[in-house]
């Protein structure tokens, strides 16, 4: 039986009772509706990108104004809004498919896992290197299912060998969504829809012709296509095999649409210097902590404002909602992190979206910027220890796992109104307590059996650490300075 993924019944979300159903995306306004319920967190993070851009393609807000006065779901509005852009949304037949080639690929289909990110590559698969993520996890799969691995393939595609494009984001983007708190679906995905005009269905890439990219100059750049197309860009082509309601096979052919220059409404973004491009964040591996936060959760410093901008939505939220009507909002931060075509780890962390005046959000700033400079000059100390390799990241990243619950002490202290000094006094004090505690536990036992300039060596790496964590060695001063602290050091001479 053929699938449209407007008009039927395909999405499994689960309802605040706890049980489960599934929807059209129409009836996300019902309040009962929470979540959607996919056997995995990528599908779920892509389905709530999928939700977001149809509704910003049927029925967008045009301004702030508009969004605030359209928070409460109108369903019958939604369902005829979204009925009409049934005919580009059948996901096999003999028209236009959803998201694949336009016209029909012939050749040998691969097995459907390869939708899967984090499925075995080829190589991988004939070197005999997938251990722990087996090659044909999925001999074939249900239409809702493919469709959602379909979806999540283009939205977020890494590098793929010669002429596979990757996302409009570049492969495993960050993805950010603000979550306003309340468990309903509707809720979250208004919350995100940007500002703009409805569009049809035509400036959908998979209704015409696809622009293939093989040669020089083929880049498809912001002024080519709709907004709309952020959320359904198509940078592989593909076309699914289907045997009645399976997918059984997937045949790809390189050199999809080359995106150049957007930025994605759900993605925070990066430059080196400030008149050059805007790169897409991409999330690393490991915990998704308070070192993660600026320019994605929160503003970069002043100083840093041109090189990293937070999510479009998010800094729209802010302006939509007043600060104090904002309790309880959170922050989905979800991805892979990629090693080219290699994922490393899955991202799925909710962070606070916080109400911060002016002034606390500067000691914050300075406490994320304090903390990532010392665990450099922590993991600069280690080296000598340790060397070079994974177990000095480990460190580096101990030391921000153990400062995290610090860090939450002294942020929730500012927002009860306490002193700022006093908070960032306390704040430091337990991050030079941690630094010095994970030196010494790394460097010392044994530090006997060395010989005479080894010990050295460490010793004076100690003595450096400590002169930068109590301010009397750069850069140890510049972050006092941002604290408005006295450096310790500068009052107390030699710890």
Not at 366 to 381: D, Q, T
């Amino acid at each position: 039986m053929p699938l449209n993924l407007v008009l039927d019944r395909w999405i499994p979300v689960r309802r605040i009772d706890g049980g489960t159903e599934r929807i059209r995306p129409d009836e996300i306004t019902r309040p009962d509706i929470a979540f959607p319920d996919w056997p995995r967190a990528d599908l779920n993070i892509a389905c709530l990108e999928l939700l977001i851009g149809l509704v910003f393609l049927a029925d967008p807000p045009v301004d702030n104004e508009e969004w605030r006065a359209r928070r409460a779901p109108a369903p019958e509005r939604l369902r005829e809004r979204l009925a009409a852009l049934a005919p580009a949304f059948d996901l096999i037949g003999d028209g236009p498919r959803f998201l694949q080639d336009f016209t029909p690929l012939d050749g040998d289909g691969n097995p459907p896992d390869m939708l899967f990110i984090d499925s075995a590559g080829g190589q991988t698969a004939r070197n005999n290197a997938d251990l722990l993520v087996r090659r044909n996890r999925y001999p074939d799969l249900d239409l809702p299912l493919a469709a959602m691995a379909l979806y999540s393939l283009q939205a977020h595609a890494p590098s793929g060998g010669a002429g596979n494009r990757t996302s409009m984001r570049g492969g495993g983007p960050m993805v950010t969504l603000v979550d306003p708190g309340t468990g309903r679906l509707w809720d979250l995905v208004w919350a995100n829809v940007p500002n703009g005009t409805p569009a049809g269905i035509d400036i959908l890439p998979w209704m015409k012709p696809t622009r293939t990219s093989e040669a020089k100059g083929s880049e498809v750049w912001p002024v080519q296509t709709h907004p709309a197309e952020a959320f359904f860009g198509m940078p592989r082509r593909l076309r699914l095999v289907a045997a009645g309601d399976r997918v059984t096979g997937v045949v790809q052919r390189p050199y999809g649409v080359n995106y150049a220059g957007h930025i994605h409404p759900l993605t925070p973004y990066y430059r080196l210097k400030a008149d050059s491009d805007w790169l897409p964040v991409h999330p690393r591996a490991g915990a998704f902590g308070y070192r993660n936060w600026l320019g994605v959760i929160v503003s970069a410093a002043v100083e840093n404002a041109t090189l990293a901008r937070r999510a479009e939505t998010i800094k729209s939220y802010e302006g939509r909602v007043l600060r104090e009507d904002r309790g309880g909002t959170s922050v989905i931060v979800a991805g892979y992190a990629m090693d080219n075509m290699k994922p490393r780890d899955f991202t799925w962390s909710r962070q606070p979206l916080l109400p911060l005046l002016p002034e606390i959000q500067k000691t914050v700033v300075a406490m994320i910027e304090g903390a990532e400079v010392f665990g450099s000059v922590l993991r600069g100390a280690l080296k000598p220890v340790t060397g070079d390799g994974k177990r000095l990241e480990l460190l580096r990243e101990t030391f921000f796992i153990r400062t995290q619950p610090a860090f939450d002490q002294a942020l929730a202290a500012l927002l009860r109104g306490e002193d700022a000094i006093e908070t960032a006094k306390r704040w430091a004090q337990a991050v030079r307590r941690e630094a010095e505690a994970i030196f010494n536990d790394e460097a010392l036992p044994g530090l006997d059996g060395k010989g005479t300039k080894e010990i050295a060596v460490i010793v004076a790496a100690r003595d450096y650490l400590r002169a930068v964590l109590f301010g009397r060695a750069k850069p140890g001063p510049q972050i006092y300075l941002k604290l408005r602290l006295t450096a310790p050091g500068k009052k107390q001479g030699t710890p």
